[in-house]
């Protein structure tokens, strides 16, 4: 099992927030626990929902009452519902989809790295190996070298395609997580060559300024345009909140 495998970032100013405060005051501090233990199994789900049918048997689980659990999920707006058959945390989805960007940023940065060391390991190792020169026995020793040679040739032209489509599709993905949190979408085309430029350590930045900015400018028709936020560089701009309490973090429900 990964470490990271249940993690998912914890607010600490999570009990201020109005539909907590509101939720501790009816239902106690259990209802607060029954809160947060909805969003840790919700974590440990593959899609972050959870059925709304099972509520019965989280709450014999954790010894409780159908009735309160059922009321954290419905009466304080900190959850969402789908099709009345499933729970889920809007602002968890998008927290995680922000870990799983990083996460896989990093994963790609290694493979490069690694790929690099093998190429360097590679051209060191056939650089060892002296060029064969043809004796007076020899009749078909560099013929063979040659055709195998043009087939080496064939299958790196081939490898090199795979390649590209495959960090062509790790583009497309990490280009639609960026589109998707900025949720700003004009000139995508225009964009994709912007961030096509980018290094990898400016869109982790990217990613990790976007949920920040959001909330500095709530309002989506005053947000920079999203290529006009790339060539400017504004994820090193500092941001200005209208109230101090938006710097918190707010509780699991957008």
């Not at 501090?29 to 947060?36: K, Q, V």
């Not at 993905?173 to 225009?190: C, I, L, P, S």
């Not at 990898?200 to 709530?218: L, N, T």
């Not at 500092?238 to 918190?248: A, S, T």
């Amino acid at each position: 099992m990964k470490k990271d495998t249940f993690y998912f970032p914890h607010d600490s100013s999570a009990k201020d927030d109005p539909k907590c405060v509101l939720l501790i005051e009816q239902l106690g501090p259990e209802g607060y626990g029954i809160f947060w233990i909805l969003v840790e199994i919700l974590r440990g789900q593959p899609d972050y929902t959870y059925p709304i049918g099972l509520l019965p048997a989280l709450a014999r689980r954790y010894n409780t009452t159908n009735e309160k659990i059922k009321a954290v999920v419905v009466s304080y707006d900190l959850f969402s519902i789908s099709d009345d058959k499933f729970f889920f945390s809007e602002s968890l989805n998008r927290r995680m989809r922000e870990i799983e960007f990083k996460r896989k940023m990093l994963s790609e940065s290694g493979k490069k790295g690694n790929a690099k060391r093998w190429e360097l390991t590679e051209k060191e190792e056939h650089n060892r190996h002296p060029i064969a020169t043809r004796s007076p026995g020899d009749r078909h020793p560099i013929a063979i070298k040659e055709n195998k040679s043009k087939l080496n040739t064939n299958n790196i032209s081939a490898n090199a395609l795979t390649d590209s489509a495959s960090a062509s599709s790790d583009f497309d993905a990490d280009f639609n997580v960026f589109w998707d949190t900025y949720d700003k979408k004009r000139n995508r085309e225009k964009c994709i060559k912007l961030w096509k430029k980018l290094s990898e350590k400016e869109k982790e930045e990217i990613i990790d300024y976007i949920p920040d900015y959001k909330k500095a400018q709530p309002e989506k028709q005053f947000r920079k345009d999203p290529a006009t936020f790339i060539t400017q560089k504004s994820w090193n701009d500092e941001l200005i909140f209208n109230n101090e309490k938006e710097k918190d973090n707010e509780p699991y429900r957008i």
